[in-house]
């Protein structure tokens, strides 16, 4: 059984930047698409960011192309986001999402997948 758990959230002012991390245990990701979601306090969840199983191709939610650059590092079964200039309109909590054995993962908000616990982040002033 696939297991995730995030890591990386915290309070930050905005400009500032974190690197969320997302291990995965009990499965490799290797050959699996990857993607984190979030979800704002009185919202419904939203897509992020998304990479692809084989060649490492990369989505994003319009709102956030070249400020959470997602990337992947099989060797440790492990899925990043980095998010940087953060605003305030990013708070918000922050899933990994997993579809084992599928090439892409796609933002939308009835995607299906394995899900973390989720990490919060904070903008603040």
């Known amino acids: 059984q696939l297991q995730l758990v995030e890591s990386g959230g915290g309070l930050v002012q905005p400009g500032g930047s974190l690197r969320l991390s997302c291990v995965a245990s009990?499965?490799?990701?290797?050959?699996?698409?990857a993607g984190w979601f979030r979800q704002a306090p009185g919202k419904a969840r939203e897509g992020v960011a998304s990479?692809?199983?084989?060649?490492?191709?990369?989505y994003y939610e319009h709102s956030v192309p070249g400020r959470f650059p997602i990337s992947r590092d099989n060797a440790k079964n492990t899925v990043y986001l980095q998010v940087d200039r953060l605003k305030l309109e990013d708070t918000g909590v922050y899933y990994c999402?997993?579809?084992?054995?599928?090439?892409?993962?796609?933002?939308?908000?009835?995607?299906?997948?394995?899900w973390g616990q989720g990490t919060q982040v904070t903008v603040s002033s």
């Open positions: 999402v997993v579809k084992l054995g599928y090439e892409y993962l796609w933002l939308s908000t009835d995607e299906f997948g394995d």
């Open positions: 009990g499965s490799t990701l290797e050959n699996s698409a």
């Open positions: 990479i692809s199983a084989y060649d490492g191709s990369t």
